[in-house]
């Protein structure tokens, strides 16, 4: 069963101060530790789906490709059997953001390494350009480490390689069969 972390987010400008880092208000934020560990619900499936769905909106794709797309970038119940989510919430507004994870595949990862594949990480259009998904993605990071993986593994479209890139991800060769992601981005953790 999927581990799932839900952690309510409060404060100045929406972004509490516990998840900044740094002195500045426009730095990276990082998830409160105050998460909960529990297994998601249906209802919080939903938020999951309305957060993933909004953030698509915001690419700019086509209206066919969007809709062609969205289904296979939703979750499902199979998939809380499979992946660890964090979900960030507030009670008076719903779902923030998400990031969705699972162990890579050797095969997909540098020299066989032992990696975590992060499915998605998504942030509401409102909650975007705060340093949530940065923050996000280094508690994927802190978690991953704390289990022994040797980086995080991402699957993604063109748009997203600058926000990896600038986190110090680098691309590595793609999978050829890979259609709907044509990237594959790699950093090692520490």
Do not use: K
């Amino acid at each position: 069963m999927s581990q799932a972390y839900s952690t309510p987010l409060a404060g100045r400008d929406g972004v509490p101060a516990d998840m900044l880092s740094g002195a500045a208000r426009s730095a990276p934020a990082t998830p409160s530790t105050g998460a909960a560990e529990h297994t998601l619900d249906a209802g919080e499936l939903d938020m999951v789906n309305d957060i993933v769905a909004a953030s698509i909106e915001t690419w700019g794709l086509p209206t066919r490709v969007e809709r062609l797309a969205l289904p296979s970038l939703l979750y499902s119940e199979a998939d809380l059997e499979h992946m660890c989510f964090l979900l960030l919430d507030e009670p008076e507004v719903g779902g923030i953001a998400v990031a969705a994870w699972e162990s890579a595949a050797r095969h997909d990862v540098p020299q066989s390494a032992r990696g975590l594949l992060l499915h998605g990480l998504y942030v509401a259009p409102a909650w975007q350009h705060r340093g949530i998904g940065t923050g996000l993605l280094e508690l994927v990071g802190h978690w991953a480490s704390a289990r022994g993986y040797d980086g995080l593994l991402v699957r993604a479209w063109r748009e997203s390689e600058p926000f990896f890139h600038a986190r110090g991800f680098r691309t590595i060769e793609a999978d050829a069969m890979s259609r709907l992601h044509p990237l594959r981005l790699w950093r090692e953790l520490p």
